[in-house]
């Protein structure tokens, strides 16, 4: 190579570093101006920067309240300009005092299922692949493992020599989830409830790899709701519109259970085979379960310390 050759070489790598400049410093202007593909009224222009807004923001422990009061205003404002909803958004925090605990009494259960229909409504869940946070088994005389059961019967119910067991995320007080979860999208609330910035998940699934109860689901398409059915009472560590590629689970309908009420599928029982409430509480209906009912914790080897008791 002619020595005069390489100040030509300096000049094309400098002319590139520059024009690679010019054309970020473009995008910029593009994002502020909102000169971006798909612009074409100021609605759309204010979606954008308002989930621009959402993209760029802290972790939800992380934010002050002033911060969390803001994410959840842009939240209520997207779900008006995409949806064309007006929802009620809640990022109230646990309780004082409060441990929920869950119990479930096989003996009572028949299998209806009303408890999961109630589920799927109030937490949102997809229609189109039938997401279910609350599963149900039919289960054989002596057998516990849910992997036994049919999950999946379509008949007349009760059958007789047939018992019912419902699973859902046992909100473990070790729970392996939170642990191999690689960006602390999943945590353990003080209240007991185990949550998800849907924000901050990656979709890697290792939380649903690390539950031994498959308590956890995951959205492989952007989730079906009717908007009719949507419900607009949400909070935003549990119910509200999830986005394609995030992972979900039970929450105790954290929208609900904060606020002083029944999880959906507690309600919705028609035998009472669902108890739920305060453990602090030693007056709650779950403290007389713990005292003076047989229980199995689903806890085996694990030693990960499920909040949900099965009883008899």
């Not at 039938?130 to 999946?152: A, H, I, Y």
Request: hydrophobic letters at 30%; proline letters at 6%.
């Amino acid at each position: 190579m002619k020595k005069n050759d390489k100040p030509e070489i300096r000049n094309s790598r400098r002319d590139f570093l520059k024009t690679a400049t010019i054309a970020a410093a473009a995008g910029s202007a593009g994002l502020v101006t909102g000169c971006f593909p798909g612009t074409g009224s100021a609605a759309s222009l204010e979606e954008f920067k308002l989930r621009w807004k959402e993209y760029i923001k802290k972790h939800y422990r992380l934010m002050t309240q002033e911060e969390k009061e803001a994410t959840i205003s842009r939240l209520v404002r997207l779900a008006k300009l995409h949806y064309g909803l007006d929802v009620q958004m809640s990022g109230q925090a646990p309780p004082d005092q409060v441990l929920f605990g869950y119990a479930f009494n096989i003996s009572r259960c028949e299998g209806y299922m009303d408890c999961v229909k109630a589920c799927v409504e109030e937490n949102n869940l997809d229609r189109k692949s039938k997401t279910q946070f609350v599963r149900v088994f039919e289960m054989e005389p002596g057998q516990l493992n849910p992997s036994s059961g049919d999950g999946k019967y379509f008949h007349e119910v009760p059958v007789e020599d047939k018992f019912y067991m419902g699973v859902q995320c046992f909100q473990c007080e070790n729970a392996p989830c939170t642990q191999a979860c690689p960006t602390k999208a999943t945590w353990r609330e003080p209240d007991g409830i185990v949550v998800v910035d849907y924000d901050w998940c990656i979709g890697c699934r290792y939380c649903m790899a690390a539950c031994p109860y498959w308590g956890r689901r995951f959205n492989w398409g952007k989730p079906v709701i009717p908007k009719e059915e949507i419900n607009k009472k949400q909070h935003y560590l549990g119910n509200r519109l999830r986005p394609k590629g995030k992972v979900e689970k039970c929450t105790f309908c954290v929208q609900r259970s904060r606020e002083g009420k029944l999880p959906a599928c507690v309600e919705a029982c028609p035998t009472g085979a669902r108890v739920f409430g305060n453990l602090l509480d030693p007056d709650s209906a779950i403290r007389y379960v713990l005292q003076l009912k047989k229980g199995l914790q689903n806890e085996g080897r694990t030693g990960y310390r499920p909040e949900i008791l099965v009883f008899y």
